[in-house]
Nanobody
Framework: VHVVESGGGLVQAGGSLRLSCTASGLTFDGYYMGWFRQAPGKEREWVSCITKSGGSTYIAPSVKGRFTISRDNAKSTHYLTMNILKPEDTAMYYC?????????????????WGQGTQVTVSS
């Protein structure tokens, strides 16, 4: 299984980015997909999750109204669209895939992880 994130970068506060995550070596629509982030010196934080069919999505309160998650099962890819970015959104963003349960908020419930993509928001 190979999970790869892309789309990170440096952006000014108020700007937007769209992260992509492509997974191979698994039956993509058999996995819920999530995003986590980790800032330097902080614990990994759950950001968002989307169910296997894409019919339900969940967003952390800290980013609700600014971030959206979506997926394209035909492309084995899911996305995190981030708008109105703030300096406190600066972190390494990780994509993860899991198969048991509904759409968990905790890292141990995800089975496969990408290497991360860095998002830096300047003030």
């Amino acid at each position: 299984v190979h999970v790869v994130e892309s789309g990170g970068g440096l952006v000014q506060a108020g700007g937007s980015l769209r992260l992509s995550c492509t997974a191979s070596g698994l039956t993509f629509d058999g996995y819920y997909m999530g995003w986590f982030r980790q800032a330097p010196g902080k614990e990994r934080e759950w950001v968002s999750c989307i169910t296997k069919s894409g019919g339900s999505t969940y967003i952390a309160p800290s980013v609700k109204g600014r971030f959206t998650i979506s997926r394209d099962n035909a492309k084995s890819t899911h996305y995190l669209t981030m708008n109105i970015l703030k300096p406190e959104d600066t972190a390494m963003y990780y994509c993860a895939a899991g198969a048991t349960g509904w759409c968990p908020f905790t890292a141990p419930d995800y089975h496969f992880w990408g290497q991360g993509t860095q998002v830096t928001v300047s003030s």
